[in-house]
């Protein structure tokens, strides 16, 4: 047995043994039933419905659920019904705004910062990334993303798409990335740093390992949790447990492996969302291009921790034939969602 399935099936019988109550606080050496009983996602406080979190070790309560920046950008929906379906998250509790340099050519960051406009700045946790690997290429995009977003500080930059194992030497090399994270926070350009991947959590490691070595603190890591990253290069198994042992916030992203996991036709899109939900995440963001969406995310963050240990080891007993090679994982196995490597002028 190889060790990658081994530890798939200890997560498995992990989940499969505990109910989702939060457990009492992080420690070391933590368990799978440790780590997925709750840990860093229980739940601090709420707003009408919407649970809020810690992120991470930075003191600031954060909505389970974070608004996706991507899909906000593209041509469906319009710009006034993306500013729209944004007022309405930030209505409903949600506190949790995620973008990028990149989305959309800039597009997100600019509808963002309108949305931002009348009072709702002072509502979001305005999270945003950058590609540059460079301190001159990330200081300049830095500069690009505030006037986009119309802020003068940006709650939280995340190194975009660490995701070759030569990305953390850059990001901590002369003249690299982490001396721009140094300008921007000395300059009130930014509050906290963190870094984003998709595609393998050997990468992952190998940045906090980096970290370590740098004296580096990051505050948040981002990668894909979902109902199938559980059985194939297994963020969820790989990072998470580092994470909460260091007390960096975990962010989840593509719940739904961008729609892919739907087309498996093993789990519902409520399920899915709520599975994430189960996991010691700080946010789930999740893309929402209609109120449809926004009622879903709503209605997961409400129902997810009814979730019994039957229906979590249901969910993951569903899925796992699907995913075995990473078909449904398509950000994992393919090249279509690596935005830098198709744009390599991006790095700097």
């Known amino acids: 047995m190889t060790g990658d399935e081994l530890r798939r099936r200890e997560f498995i019988g992990g989940m499969a043994a505990l109910s989702v109550a939060p457990a009492a606080g992080l ?9 997925l009983a709750g840990g860093a996602g229980s739940e601090v406080s709420s707003k009408g419905d919407m649970p809020y979190r810690m992120l991470g070790k930075t003191g600031v309560q954060v909505s389970c659920i974070g608004l996706g920046g991507y899909h906000l950008g593209t041509s469906d929906p319009a710009e006034a019904d993306a500013i729209r379906i944004f007022h309405a998250a930030v209505d409903h509790g949600v506190n949790f705004s995620d973008n990028c340099w990149d989305y959309n050519g800039g597009e997100s960051e600019r509808r963002v910062g309108k949305a931002l406009q009348g009072g709702y700045r002072e509502k979001v946790f305005v999270m945003t990334k950058f590609d540059g690997r460079t301190k001159v290429s990330a200081l300049k ?4 993303s505030l006037a986009r977003l119309q802020v003068e500080t940006i709650d939280l930059w995340q190194f975009h798409e660490n995701i070759r194992l030569e990305d953390p030497d850059r990001f901590f090399a002369e003249g690299g990335a982490v001396e721009a994270v140094a300008e921007a926070k000395k300059a009130g350009k930014i509050r906290f ?4 991947g998709h595609k393998d959590p050997s990468v992952h490691l190998r940045m906090l390992e980096m970290a370590d070595k740098h004296n580096f603190s990051f505050d948040a890591a981002q990668m894909p949790l979902n109902v199938m990253d559980a059985h194939f290069r297994s963020f969820t198994t790989e990072v998470v447990p580092v994470l909460v042992r260091k007390q960096i916030a975990v962010l989840g992203m593509k719940p739904m492996g961008a729609g892919s996991i739907l087309r498996s036709n093993t789990v519902t899109a409520l399920e899915c969302l709520q599975y994430a939900l189960s996991l010691p995440t700080s946010v789930v963001i999740t893309g929402m291009t209609s109120m449809e969406n926004l009622e879903q995310a709503f209605t ?3 129902t997810y921790s009814a979730l019994t240990k039957t229906d979590i080891a249901g969910i993951l007993s569903r899925t796992a034939v699907a995913a075995a090679n990473g078909k449904f994982e398509p950000f994992k196995t393919g090249t279509a969602f690596d935005g830098t490597a198709h744009n390599p002028d991006w790095l700097g």
């Open 27 to 35: 420690g070391s050496g933590l368990s799978a039933a440790d780590l």
């Open 141 to 144: 995009q830095l500069d690009e």
């Open 300 to 302: 997961a963050a409400k």
């Open 193 to 196: 740093v963190g870094f984003t």
